[in-house]
């Protein structure tokens, strides 16, 4: 079992930055594809971004393409979304999770086994 650990979250100007950060500790997350996920007030969670752990694919949802960039450090025990441009629309507890998932099933949220608590991402003025 692996406890993963988000932080960086915290209020931003529209148009700022944020990098956050997940940490693993109990096993890395080599073999494992990792996924970042995000769930707004009264909304459902949703699919933000994803990395393949055997060749680095990355994949994002079409409304953070261009301006989130997900990436891994090379001991495999953090993962980090860099966002960028953000808008108070990006508003969520964001949370990051990980798991044997297949590269077709890296978008859905029941595939990952293993969850972090979260971390609160405040865009407002």
């Known amino acids: 079992q692996v406890q993963l650990v988000e932080s960086g979250g915290r209020l931003v100007q529209p148009g700022g930055s944020l990098k956050l950060s997940c940490a693993a500790s109990g096993r890395t997350f080599r073999m494992h594809n990792m996924g970042w996920f995000r769930r707004a007030p009264e909304k459902e969670r949703e699919f933000v971004s994803a990395?393949?752990?055997?060749?680095?694919?990355?994949v994002y949802a079409d409304s953070v393409k261009g301006r989130f960039t997900v990436s891994r450090d090379g001991a495999g025990n953090t993962v980090y979304l860099q966002m960028n441009s953000l808008e108070p629309e990006n508003t969520a507890v964001y949370y990051c999770?990980?798991?044997?998932?297949?590269?077709?099933?890296?978008?859905?949220?029941?595939?990952?086994?293993?969850w972090g608590k979260g971390t609160q991402v405040t865009v407002s003025s």
């Open positions: 999770a990980s798991g044997l998932v297949s590269t077709v099933s890296v978008r859905a949220a029941r595939a990952y086994t293993d």
């Open positions: 990395l393949t752990w055997h060749d680095g694919t990355t």
